[in-house]
Structures are given as structure tokens and as C-alpha cells.
């Protein structure tokens, strides 16, 4: 579908219901159906992998994909069921709330969040590794498709100009443009696939000159043309996000935050560890108003300034994979959780959950994210 997500309102095909009234607690998974749809499968897990990686000028090691179950990105495995966490949230002042407590949004079994981006009427788009699709959730939590056969869709950003992007990680990855008109921006480097880096393509984030910078094991940016340069070394990537005035561009690199200057061109200079968060797994990321960071770790949600001061963390009711604003006056922090409990009680590792919080900071308006 090519409608741009602004004119989505309720959507064109109603998800099968895995919305709950929002609360405190989650609810259990539904059973899983008898004959479930065969899920989208990450390239490496491709049975055509080996034959495109062989065409390579210099073939990429072998390594693990994400298909059914697999982590985000592809190049961790399936983690453990981590279960639900206890939790106090405390004050972190002009940010959030001393005793606020996460709500409860949506969840749907299977790999089926990720890259979620705040939409200008209050919902929220999702992209869904497993059915292929992009899910937007309207402001009472309801799913319906927004997209269709995004080729194993992975992370979502939308750039200040409302061009919406995706990462789409089947065989023959690629960058998508998927609003205000639906498009091909990029699936080679240097020649070739982008399959032959050897990794899969991860997170985005898009600027106001039609491009876009995205993680796949390093750090890349693809122009408006589609034309790809890679930029950093010793990165260890995930996620990335532009600044709210696209003068700096912020990339997790394992435990730290790197960052770079942003010139006119979009091409990136001047390499620094921003700073150091107090758990791993740095991952997806937000920026508010204040151009204060938001990024997801192994600890919750970790709060930076614009300084490279760490400010505290929210911590979260199970392990996050990615965060945004949005809501009314964009004043509500969401994050796309892994892990449920299946129907009969037992925790799952590969299901997506949204959580919902207050806040008295404002997500940046500028940008969707």
C-alpha cells in the first residue's frame, strides 16, 4: 500500500486482535492458530544465501540471521525468555516523574516489532520482521496494516520533509522508501549487494535531504540517490539517530554512544564516544524537544544530554529493543518490548510488546523521530 502514514486513519486490514485495554499488567498470548503463516525469513536464513554471498568479490563470513525468533538485526541469536522485571521508576528532573508506572499497550507473538516511530495523529507505526508488514497502531492501541510486503521490514524512521524509510532485511536487502511515494532507494554498495557486507541491515535514520544513515555491523549513509559511503571505524553498531538540527548523528557502538559532525552533504567527520551508558546492548533511540537522547539498553531506557551528561535511566517492565515519542503533544514515551507469556503461562522470547509512559518531557516535533 503507498498511502503516506499522515493520511492512515484506521487503517485497511484489521489485525487478528491481540490488543488488550490498556493496563499495568499484560495479558497472556492468544493460542497460536493451527496453521500459522510461514514467517518472512532474514537473508542469511535465505535458502538462496549461499549462492548470492558467492557472487561477492570477497564473500562475507558465515553467520546467523534472524527468521522466526532471531534478535534484532540478525547477528545475535535468539536470547533467553528474560521474563517480566520489577521496577521503580525515579525522578530524573524536567524528563520524567518520580513513581510513574508503564501501561500496558499491545502485543503480538513472533518477531513482529521493531524501528517504532510516533505518527503526527497520536498512533504509532511499527515495522513486522515476521508477516512483512508495517502496523500502525491508532491512539487507543488498535492495529491495522498500513503497509504490505515490506521483504522482512526491519527498523522505521520518518524524516522531517514526512519521507518514511525502512530497512528490509531479505535476500536482496535493501533500503525502501515506503511515503510519500513508494520507492527503491538503495540495495548495493560499491557494486554489489548489500548482502556481501556480511551482516543485516539493522536500524535508520533519515535526514531532510532525501537520504538516510543506517547500522549493518557498521555505519553507512545511502544520499537521495541511492549512491551508499561508509563511515566510522571500530563501530559495533545498532542503533542511530539524527540530532533535532541534523548537525550530529548519534550510532550505539556496543556499551557507548558514538558521534559524529554532520556536513552539508551528509557525509560524517569528527568520531567520538559521546558516552558511556551504564548497562550493554546500546539500541534504538529517541530525541525529545530538548535534544536530550533517549536510548534503549540492557538496564531500561537510558537519558542523555545534549552535553553527553548521563541524566538517568527508566527502567522497564521487560528487556527493550527500541523507543519513541508520541501521543498527544508527543509527551508519551513508548518502547517496543521482547517476550511474553505464551497462553499457557510460560514466557516466550519471541513475541513484541508496546508499553506507554508519561512524561514531562516533550518528544521533538520537528521529526517523527
Request: glycine share 14%; hydrophobic share 35%.
Amino acid at each position: 500500500m503507498r498511502k503516506h502514514p499522515a493520511a492512515i486513519a484506521a487503517g485497511l486490514c484489521v489485525l487478528t486482535p491481540a490488543l488488550v485495554v490498556a493496563q499495568a499488567a499484560a495479558p497472556r498470548l492468544p493460542p497460536a492458530p493451527p496453521n500459522p503463516p510461514v514467517a518472512s525469513l532474514q537473508a542469511p536464513l535465505d535458502p538462496g544465501y549461499a549462492a548470492l554471498i558467492a557472487t561477492c568479490t570477497t564473500p562475507p563470513p558465515a553467520r546467523g540471521g534472524r527468521g522466526p525468533g532471531g534478535a534484532r538485526g540478525g547477528a545475535r541469536g535468539i536470547p533467553p525468555p528474560q521474563g517480566v522485571r520489577d521496577y521503580t521508576v525515579t525522578e530524573v528532573p524536567g524528563v520524567i516523574s518520580a513513581g510513574r508506572k508503564w501501561t500496558f499497550v499491545w502485543q503480538q507473538a513472533g518477531n513482529n516489532g521493531d524501528g517504532i516511530v510516533g505518527t503526527d495523529d497520536g498512533g504509532l507505526l511499527l515495522a513486522q520482521n515476521d508477516s512483512s508488514r508495517v502496523v500502525k497502531l491508532d491512539t487507543n492501541g488498535k492495529p491495522s496494516v498500513a503497509y504490505s510486503d515490506t521483504h522482512t521490514g526491519g527498523a522505521l524512521s520518518m524524516s522531517s520533509k514526512g519521507d518514511l524509510f525502512i530497512v528490509e532485511r531479505g535476500l536482496h536487502m535493501r533500503v525502501e522508501q515506503l511515503a510519500p511515494r513508494r520507492r527503491l532507494l538503495t540495495d548495493s554498495f560499491q557494486g554489489e549487494p548489500i548482502d556481501c557486507l556480511g551482516s543485516v541491515i539493522n536500524d535508520v535514520t533519515a535526514d531532510s535531504r532525501g537520504g538516510v544513515y543506517f547500522t549493518m555491523g557498521g555505519l553507512f549513509y545511502a544520499d537521495a540517490k541511492g549512491v551508499v559511503t561508509r563511515y566510522g571505524e571500530n563501530l559495533t553498531t545498532n542503533g542511530v539517530i539524527l540530532g533535532k538540527d541534523e548537525k550530529t548523528l548519534y550510532v550505539t557502538n556496543g556499551a557507548t554512544l558514538a558521534a559524529f559532525d554532520v556536513q552539508r552533504d551528509g557525509s560524517l567527520t569528527n568520531q567520538r564516544e559521546f558516552v558511556k551508558f551504564t548497562a550493554g546492548g546500546g539500541d534504538g533511540t529517541a530525541i525529545d524537544s530538548q535534544g536530550r537522547l533517549y536510548v534503549t539498553t540492557g538496564a531500561g531506557v537510558e537519558v542523555i544530554a545534549p552535553d553527553g551528561k548521563h541524566l538517568g535511566v527508566i527502567p522497564t517492565p521487560r528487556g527493550v529493543i527500541s523507543c519513541a515519542f508520541g501521543g498527544k503533544d508527543k509527551r508519551t514515551l513508548f518502547i517496543l518490548a521482547r517476550g511474553a507469556q505464551d497462553a499457557e503461562g510460560s514466557e516466550v522470547a519471541n513475541a513484541a510488546q508496546v508499553w506507554s509512559i508519561p512524561m514531562i518531557a516533550q518528544g521533538y516535533k520537528g521529526r517523527a523521530k
